[in-house]
């Protein structure tokens, strides 16, 4: 079964570093997108991402965040300048299309400790 | 986004029928219903979705009520595997915009040996 595909599984990193997470989506998906999960806390959207635009934020992505699709496969997040308060667990996740009857699958994550 | 309702929490037995309650009563007529459960820290995982009618697949069944103002979701004979975290998620169309998914705290199943 086609699967999303998270690298690194666990970063840990400085306060003030940059971090790229990376995504490989579902081959035939045109939807991608970012969540994150503080631990204890409710997983959270981000970010989506469709046709090489951000196609919707939350109030969270804000300008030290920011997504890519560098080529055919990968999808990343970039955060510019880390803080203690981006230690989270992110998840990946992608779509074929972005309509309310089509299912986003998710990875497994990219565990993120900022220290 | 419509708002969904689930206890926090559950217990069942092993090798028996779980069924998680929903409710959604402000939900609309193109809103789909979706279920997703999260085991420990891992990413979730899509259990089924529906918009009127029932639905089964191999994981799970799930009930819609006629007003499609509650649901239920059922595991017919539940394993230790399937303690979690499930999700009740009402989402919204945007008319072909990448909506995303609103998760709420949802409801810590535990499977009992």
């Known amino acids: 079964e086609p699967e999303v595909t998270q690298t690194p599984s666990h970063q840990v990193t400085q306060m003030g570093q940059e971090v790229i997470l990376r995504c490989v989506p579902i081959?035939?998906?045109?939807?991608f997108y970012w969540y994150r999960q503080i631990l204890g806390q409710k997983v959270e959207f981000l970010v989506s991402?469709?046709?090489?635009?951000?196609?919707?934020k939350s109030e969270i992505f804000d300008d030290q965040f920011s997504v890519e699709r560098p080529d055919g496969s990968n999808f990343t997040l970039k955060i510019r300048s880390t803080k203690l308060e981006d230690s989270a667990m992110y998840f990946c996740?992608?779509?074929?299309?972005?309509?309310?009857?089509?299912?986003?699958?998710f990875g497994e994550g990219s565990w993120l400790t900022v220290v | 986004d419509a708002k969904t309702t689930q206890p926090p929490s559950m217990d069942c037995a092993e090798g028996r029928a779980a069924n998680l309650p929903c409710n959604h009563s402000?939900?609309?007529?193109?809103?789909?219903v979706y279920w997703y459960r999260q085991i420990h820290s891992q990413g979730p995982q899509y259990i089924i979705h529906?918009?009127?009618n029932n639905e089964t697949n191999e994981m799970a069944s799930l009930i819609i009520t006629e007003d499609r103002k509650s649901s239920t979701l059922i595991l017919p004979h539940a394993t230790l595997r399937d303690t979690a975290v499930y999700y009740c998620?009402?989402?919204?169309?945007?008319?072909?915009?990448?909506?995303?998914?609103?998760f709420g705290k949802g409801t810590h199943l535990i499977i009992q040996p």
């Open positions: 402000t939900i609309s007529g193109n809103e789909y």
């Open positions: 529906g918009l009127k």
């Open positions: 998620i009402v989402r919204v169309a945007t008319g072909g915009g990448a909506d995303g998914l609103t």
């Open positions: 991402f469709y046709n090489n635009e951000i196609s919707e």
């Open positions: 996740a992608s779509s074929e299309n972005g309509l309310s009857g089509n299912t986003i699958y």
């Open positions: 081959s035939n998906h045109l939807y």
